[in-house]
């Protein structure tokens, strides 16, 4: 079943959604339809985003190589009386 929806919007918006309509030749109704289903509109809090962004950061990093406790104490030991 389909129902009516009225939008308060501004201008700019409803020109930019008219000429995007226009060139995929799908109407303004069917875009916000399609976008509803295809999931892309799940609404994330600000935690679940800056989450998302450090795994993105964490995965384009360069690997660390583990060093073991003996090297890391001679390496602090040697910053600090160098």
């Known amino acids: 079943m389909k129902t009516k929806l009225t939008l308060t919007v501004r ?3 409803i020109d930019h959604a008219k000429r995007y309509s226009r060139r995929t030749g799908k109407s303004i109704s069917q875009l ?7 999931g892309q509109a799940s609404v994330k809090s600000e935690p679940q985003r800056a989450a998302e962004r450090l795994l993105r ?4 990093a360069k690997p660390v190589k583990p060093l073991k ?6 390496k602090h030991v040697a910053g600090k009386y160098s």
């Open 11 to 13: 201008k700019s918006v």
């Open 32 to 38: 916000f339809e399609d976008f509803f289903d295809s």
């Open 57 to 60: 950061r964490l995965k384009a």
């Open 69 to 74: 406790d003996k090297e890391l104490l001679n």
